[in-house]
């Protein structure tokens, strides 16, 4: 009697976790990654809240719902390689960046040899900056190497799809290409390959040193200013 009982108890356990409702329990407490990484920190549904590295400092969050990345008083000196590319904030889905207080974006360098340096990369995806506060201010700087060096980069790799497009709506934004010592090297402020749109707050986009070509702003298809918007772009000098 008892091993028959026993024998059925084994069965149901085994039936149990067989259940798509135990499955679905276990994979429930695993975080959702997104497309985006912060300072090298990859973003998930676990730290979006708060999201904190070596690299980070301030507050800085996500909010999936919207696609909405918060700065507030944050300053990001960590940086993800990808596309041989050191980049301090990096995402392949369309973001917006909402700017409050004073920030700022500084990626430290990598030991790979002729890496390009990005203070935001966008790969395939689309950027809005605004400043719902109307107080921000963001200063990219991206760093100096024998590559390319871009403050803000928006790359279109697929042809056809309507991406790498930057929108800026407001705040006060300095953005700067670092020194790009390599022959032929290039360093652009901001380098679109979709559309620039501005349609409001003070920007000022400065090319570094170049082995090559330098320049403030640099957009493959269309450059829109509008509103109230101020923009100052600015080219360097050759190496």
């Known amino acids: ?57 301030g507050s800085v969050s996500y909010d999936p719902l919207t696609s909405t990345l918060t700065l507030d008083g944050a300053t990001i000196t960590g940086f993800y390689s990808i596309n041989e590319c050191d980049a301090g904030i990096f995402t392949s889905e369309d973001l917006t960046i909402d700017l409050v207080n004073a920030n700022s974006i500084t990626p430290g360098r ?35 190497t024998t590559a390319d060096s871009s403050g803000i980069y928006s790359e279109r790799s697929i042809s056809g799809v309507p991406t790498g497009n930057i929108t800026i709506s407001g705040g006060e934004i300095t953005v700067s290409g670092g020194t790009s010592s390599g022959a032929g090297s290039k360093s652009y ?30 957009v493959f298809k269309i450059l829109s200013v509008t509103g109230n918007a101020t923009v100052l772009a600015i080219g360097g000098r050759p190496g």
């Open 189 to 218: 402020g901001i380098q679109a390959w979709g559309n620039l749109t501005i349609s409001g707050g003070e920007i000022t986009a400065t090319g570094g040193t170049a082995g090559g070509i330098s320049r403030g702003i640099y």
């Open 110 to 144: 990598s030991d790979y040899s002729n890496q390009n340096s990005v203070g935001i990369y966008v790969w395939n995806c689309n950027l809005t900056i605004s400043s719902a506060s109307g107080n921000g201010t963001l200063r990219v700087a991206s760093n100096d």
């Open 1 to 57: 009697m008892k091993k028959r009982l026993l024998s059925v108890l084994l069965t149901v356990c085994m039936v149990l976790t067989l259940l798509p409702g135990a499955t679905l329990t276990a994979s429930a407490s695993e975080p959702t990654d997104y497309n985006l990484r912060v300072g090298g920190v990859q973003v998930t549904s676990a730290n979006c809240a708060n999201i904190t590295g070596s690299g980070i400092t």
